[in-house]
């Protein structure tokens, strides 16, 4: 089993993100900024190395905006955050298939990508705030 991970920015519309912020400043009034991205967790029935580069193409090309084909990344811009950021990532539940997944997946299998067996999808939240913060892990 292994899972690809792939990015694309902007998770909502701006003007949902900007609601978004409004309503995270009237938690905190020290935070600042709100960025977001959508993150595919595809996993894989055999290691990361099985699909050749003809298939990721496909699942590329699958899960890209038709109107912004490059906008899909391998990974993700939040690679380098500071002391004034935090990330927060909603979903996927591990624990079970959703039905959006099985779906996926019989799109991934009419289109010759069987080995893909779940696509599960999460919102990532870059939160920055006007000084550094200190989150506790829970």
């Known amino acids: 089993m292994c899972i690809l991970r792939f990015f694309t920015r902007e998770a909502f519309s701006a ?3 900007k609601e978004i912020l409004a309503k995270l400043k009237l938690v905190d009034v020290n935070v600042q900024d709100l960025s977001t991205e959508v993150c595919y967790h595809v996993e894989l029935a055999e290691g990361c190395d099985y699909l050749n580069i003809n298939q990721i ?3 590329q090309w699958l899960l890209s905006s038709p109107l ?5 990344r391998n990974e993700s811009m939040y690679k380098l ?3 004034d950021q935090i990330i927060i990532e909603i979903g996927p539940r591990f ?3 959703t039905a959006d997944s099985s779906n996926s997946v ?3 299998e009419s289109v010759g990508l069987h080995d893909v067996v779940r696509l599960e999808v ?3 939240f870059l939160i920055t705030f006007n000084q550094a913060k200190s989150v506790s892990k829970k």
């Not at 912004?68 to 899909?72: K, T, V």
């Open 15 to 17: 003007h949902r993100t």
């Open 57 to 59: 193409k496909i699942l």
């Open 68 to 72: 912004q084909p490059h906008a899909l």
């Open 81 to 83: 955050i500071n002391d």
């Open 95 to 97: 624990n079970f298939s």
């Open 106 to 108: 019989q799109i991934c």
């Open 122 to 124: 999460s919102t990532r």
